[in-house]
């Protein structure tokens, strides 16, 4: 791959030079000034790896200015004010001084194989601060400041150190290592696996010599990816990060999973995530919150793609959409940000976020991606430990989880079959990696495909969620149900079995938070065909909801909602008991809680016979919760409710409607069978 140093521009994360503006302070405060910062870089370490010389000749040059202004200081106090050249220069040097601060910072805390990319123009700019520096000092006003020998002498050393550098300062090793590792990237390119021993020795010049640097060098090459101005820059970035995965695999073996958190703040299991901020589709923080005709929010990205994947419905409530525009909740974000702000946790807009950059990988990173899968799964074909087995499905895991190219590697490579075998493990958190990695395939949609047709896969997921070893299992083998479902055909047939219903309801019932909304939401979305929704009757849906109502109750209305309006009679004769709870959320509820429990009461109310309307016309202040609804609620609250106030004036004045009527006479011996009481 011929990759010129233009092809990774300088990164545009601190202000360019020209914004630096000098301090409008007096001589002597501009002078103290420039002491502080001069002191500050001389603390700065020079670089480790790559551009070590010319970060090190800097420091040192930086190190003799601070000893000179700290002269320069000490004799201005007694000789009193700088002449104006002197301030200018001084105006100059702080510019200077800042550009070199933000350069050594920048290069300390990117990416290693960045930095290689860069060597030539990063070293090319400490020559040219370094010029500038030799300018400011030949024209520094030195006679005029009736200085000491001694500094005289420093201010000449000064000097000649700079134009001693002037015609040196490129390092050839940095750049013998640059084409070694471009070489290496064209052989992938063209489908070579690369020598161990020459990645080796490469990576260890790059101090790249354990699978924790080279994870932290992946993060910071993916943090690289948003600095980018062009796609072909993004992707020669990606095909680093493809290189630096594989040799991490190859050389250190996988990863061991992290009990420590990483240089990015994660958020923590402990950490509770407010209900709100949660995207109803992915369960994880939204990063760009949308709103939908419905009224609901979802995070853009996962509402995006079920909308691609042709779904016309709105998967909280299953209203069909009047329209596909996405509108931004900007209050909704702006809360989510103050909280991450709150909680340290870094909040990026999907632009950067490495999973949702929309890049197509090129042909080295695809490659480099192959290889590293097939390594991986060569490695779980052979016998070897759990611990070992262990690291190798995690690091599947978190490839699986990046992007589709890496999905569609993983599956195609035959990684199904063998993490079939590994759902049943007794090692807990290998059955977790191994339930996880089947989940973030799922998300693409020929894998969907994959899962339901391979022998074994959907079988096993589902003994995991029925008698996962732990919650997190069984909540992601009920993600990994979701996921599936999202295909129309597979919905049905996944409704029809009693061991995915039963499974569901326990863990809704009895799971952590996060795994009972895994349970309930995927529920739901078995909740959207007719047919299934009698399963869930069957199964004791509603007196799940019953159970979960005060915990999770949106979740518990919404569902609910759907079984009622789609169930039937036996639905609506299951639900009479809910009506108390109903009427509470009309008082008590969210604005969204409170339309699915006007809409489900319409419901109830309409089908369920005189007696479910009797039932609701007695509870106290009924009316004025009605009342409220329809002067506060939504749209389409307020119209729900206005059809239920309708219903029990018609009822209160002996006049039932014609369909309350027809489902009385024809059901009530039937459903009074069934109603509690």
Not at 339 to 352: H, L, T, V
């Amino acid at each position: 791959m011929a990759v010129s140093p233009q092809a990774f521009p300088p990164r545009k994360r601190r202000p360019s030079a020209g914004s630096f503006v000098s301090p409008n302070f007096s001589d002597q405060k501009l002078l103290q000034s420039l002491l502080f910062l001069s002191q500050e870089i001389s603390s700065l370490q020079p670089l480790p790896v790559i551009l070590k010389k010319q970060s090190s000749s800097i420091l040192r040059k930086t190190k003799l200015l601070a000893v000179l202004f700290e002269e320069f200081l000490r004799n201005n106090l007694v000789t009193g004010c700088f002449p104006p050249s002197a301030i200018l220069c001084f105006d100059e040097l702080y510019i200077v001084l800042q550009r070199i601060k933000t350069s050594i910072e920048d290069c300390s805390n990117g990416s290693k194989m960045w930095l290689l990319m860069q060597n030539e123009l990063i070293a090319n700019t400490f020559h040219e601060l370094t010029v500038e520096l030799s300018t400011l000092l030949d024209i520094f006003p030195v006679k005029e400041l009736n200085l000491s020998q001694d500094v005289e002498e420093l201010v000449a050393l000064i000097r000649k150190q700079c134009v001693d550098t002037k015609g040196n300062y490129i390092d050839q090793a940095d750049n013998i290592l640059r084409h070694e590792v471009l070489k290496m990237l064209d052989r992938i390119k063209s489908e070579i696996v690369p020598e161990h021993s020459k990645l080796a020795e490469i990576f260890d010049k790059l101090h790249l010599r354990d699978t924790t640097s080279c994870r932290e060098e992946i993060e910071s090459l993916e943090d690289e990816v948003q600095n980018q101005t062009t796609v072909k820059s993004k992707g020669d970035v990606i095909s680093l990060i493809g290189l630096v995965r594989y040799a991490k695999c190859v050389l250190y073996g996988a990863s061991t999973p992290r009990t420590t958190p990483s240089r990015r703040r994660k958020m923590s299991a402990d950490l509770s995530l407010p209900a709100d901020f949660r995207c109803p589709i992915s369960l994880d923080l939204m990063r760009d919150p949308v709103v939908v005709s419905t009224g609901q929010t979802y995070d853009r990205p996962s509402i995006s793609l079920w909308l691609e994947s042709g779904h016309k419905t709105c998967p909280k409530t299953g209203q069909t959409l009047a329209h596909t525009e996405l509108i931004p909740n900007c209050a909704l974000k702006n809360l989510i940000t103050m909280w991450c702000r709150e909680q340290r946790i870094p909040f990026d807009s999907p632009g950067k976020n490495i999973k949702s950059r929309g890049l197509v990988m090129n042909k080295t990173a695809l490659e480099a991606t192959k290889m590293t899968v097939s390594f991986l799964i060569n490695k779980l074909m052979v016998s070897q430990s759990v611990d070992t087995t262990n690291r190798v499905v995690h690091e599947l895991r978190v490839l699986a989880k990046t992007d589709s190219d890496n999905r569609s590697c993983i599956a195609e490579a035959g990684a199904l079959p063998l993490l079939v075998k590994l759902l049943g493990s007794e090692h807990h958190n290998l059955q977790v990696n191994a339930v996880t990695t089947i989940l973030n395939l799922s998300i693409m949609e020929a894998n969907k495909t994959r899962i339901m047709e391979t022998d074994g896969v959907l079988n096993g997921v589902i003994e995991v969620l029925r008698s996962g070893a732990t919650w997190e299992a069984k909540g992601n083998a009920a993600a990994t149900i979701f996921s599936l479902t999202n295909v129309h055909a597979y919905r049905k047939k996944l409704g029809q079995k009693t061991r995915v219903i039963k499974g569901l309801m326990d863990l809704a019932r009895h799971g952590t938070a996060s795994s009972k909304r895994d349970a309930l939401v995927t529920i739901l979305n078995l909740a959207g065909d007719r047919e299934t929704v009698g399963k869930l009757v069957e199964g004791g849906v509603v007196e799940m909801v019953s159970d979960v109502m005060d915990e999770l109750q949106e979740e518990a209305v919404t569902i609910l909602e759907v079984v009622v309006k789609k169930g039937g009679l036996v639905a609506i004769a299951a639900a009479y008991h809910m009506i108390q709870k109903l009427a509470r959320v009309l008082r008590e509820g969210t604005d969204r809680t409170r339309e699915s429990a006007m809409a489900t009461l319409v419901n109830i109310c309409r089908k369920g016979g005189s007696e479910t309307v009797a039932e609701l016309a007695a509870i106290q202040g009924i009316e004025r919760a009605i009342w409220e609804v329809m002067g506060m609620g939504t749209g389409r609250a307020r119209s729900k409710a206005a059809t239920l106030l309708r219903i029990l004036r018609r009822w209160a004045a002996g006049l039932e409607s014609e369909e309350t009527a027809r489902y009385s006479n024809v059901h009530m011996n039937s459903t009074r069978i069934v109603l509690p009481g």
